[in-house]
């Protein structure tokens, strides 16, 4: 019985569908699109983005996001780098386009200096990124909902205030 369960494991490890390849391979097309941003560049900030996106049957990306990042301006990177690959996939026959495709997009600075910067240092500076979007967000909210007239003149000015403070 359990040779028979293992000729069955190893069987079903071979109909592995083909999965979507970029043209001219992915870490080649990620290297010559990279661009590191500029927040995370200037406070060391590295690591791996994973990236959930789907493709239809013609190689472009109809839907991505982020599946597990940094909080930082790197997630918005490697997004971009996903949305301009839309169309350059090559796709097999066959192939479920329900289906998600997960990359790994890493980011790494060499020759930076970042060697003196303290693991805290960073985390200080994730946070600090990560509560400025997060103010700006609520001024953003503020004005979309500001049109329905669903506010007070308290939280205007604790808005106002608010951009001030943001630049």
């Not at 597990?68 to 796709?91: C, P, V, Y």
């Not at 970042?114 to 994730?126: G, L, P």
């Not at 329905?148 to 205007?156: L, P, Q, R, V, W």
Request: net charge positive; hydrophobic share 40%.
């Amino acid at each position: 019985m359990a040779r028979i369960l293992l000729v069955l494991v190893f069987l079903s490890g071979l109909r592995a569908e083909a999965q979507p390849e970029l043209k001219g391979g992915l870490d080649k097309f990620v290297m010559a699109n990279k661009v590191y941003p500029l927040f995370s560049r200037q406070n060391c900030i590295e690591g791996t983005v994973s990236i959930s996106f789907k493709l239809n049957s013609e190689g472009e990306v109809y839907f991505s996001k982020v599946q597990k990042g940094i909080g930082t301006d790197l997630d918005d990177e490697a997004l971009r780098l996903i949305r301009i690959s839309s169309g350059k996939w090559n796709m097999p026959d066959g192939y479920d386009t329900t289906a998600s495709v997960v990359v790994p997009i890493t980011f790494k600075l060499d020759d930076f200096g970042c060697e003196n910067k303290s693991k805290a240092e960073i985390k200080t500076a994730i946070d600090a990124y990560q509560s400025r979007v997060g103010l700006t967000n609520a001024v953003l909210n503020f004005y979309k909902k500001k049109h329905s007239g669903d506010f007070t003149k308290a939280e205007e000015e604790r808005i106002i205030a608010l951009k001030a403070s943001l630049g």
